[in-house]
């Protein structure tokens, strides 16, 4: 294991990372940054979160600072991955808050009550399964891959520990978007907003963001597509913004 501490702002946390295994991406802090701002403008309840995929934890940590969450809950299937995620609540003095679980999304019934959360965020693997020959046991493979669990499944977990009007937010490739609203509607979670991310300005979007209702009304509003990089090669203002490194 070759370990980094990294000071990632959002009330100073340090998250210790594996350079050898995953290292998380601007798409995290655009799923913590989207999520908070679509419980608070939809004036929802926020005091319970579940994150599914919290690998070490990143998303997890960055809603205890964006948000008033009284209990998030980090599920994650990699035995390394989860304790190093135990170890940065540890590192940063959250848990009183923050609290990880090591099983399958495929297991979720069996460690929380139906309807015991009242957002659910998820930053699943982006590859479908069976769209390469991968090594099932690395640990990147299972990040980035549908190895152990598939969309279908994360979403169907989503559904189980919502409650009624409870919310999903989640960050996906714009190629899996059919897939998503389908596995979402067939489990009565209505897709509410959605936000397209592109790397440059001229590119096209790599990245959404997809915020949900459990047994929400069907109206599905656009934001504003975001680029993360301007012609210069820098943060746009408003990543910088989202980052917290600009008013």
């Known amino acids: ?29 655009l799923l913590a940054d989207f ?12 005091k319970n979160v ?10 997890a940590l960055i809603l205890s600072a964006l ?10 299937v990699q035995k390394a991955a989860y304790e190093l995620a135990c170890r940065n609540v540890k590192e940063n003095s959250l848990e009183t808050r923050v609290g990880m679980v090591n099983c399958d999304v495929l297991e979720i019934s069996e460690k929380f009550n139906a309807g015991s959360f009242d957002l659910v965020v998820c930053n699943p693997p982006y590859s479908a399964k069976g769209t390469s ?3 099932d046991g690395d640990a990147l493979t299972i990040a980035r891959h549908e190895t152990t669990a598939e969309l279908k499944d994360f979403v169907s977990a989503a559904a189980y520990l919502l409650n009624d009007k409870g919310s ?52 599905l509003k656009f934001s504003d597509p975001l ?12 990543i910088q913004r989202i980052y917290r490194r600009k008013d």
Not at 183 to 193: A, D, F, K, V, Y
Not at 227 to 238: L, P
């Open 1 to 29: 294991m070759s370990e980094r501490r990294d000071d990632i702002g959002f009330g100073n946390i340090t998250l210790i990372q594996d350079t050898e295994q995953f290292c998380y991406g601007v798409d995290a802090v």
């Open 67 to 76: 948000t008033d969450a009284e209990n998030i809950v980090g599920v994650e």
């Open 227 to 238: 680029a993360v990089y301007n012609a210069k090669g820098e943060y746009t203002d408003e």
């Open 35 to 46: 999520a908070a701002k679509f419980v608070l403008n939809a004036s929802s309840d926020c």
């Open 133 to 135: 020959r991968l090594n």
């Open 168 to 219: 999903l937010c989640m960050v996906h490739r714009p190629s899996r978007l059919a897939d998503l609203i389908c596995s979402c509607r067939e489990h009565l979670i209505e897709p509410r907003q959605i936000q397209f991310v592109s790397p440059k300005i001229d590119k096209k979007p790599n990245i959404m963001l997809l915020a949900c209702k459990k047994n929400g009304g069907r109206e």
């Open 50 to 59: 579940a994150d599914l995929g919290t690998n070490n934890g990143v998303v």
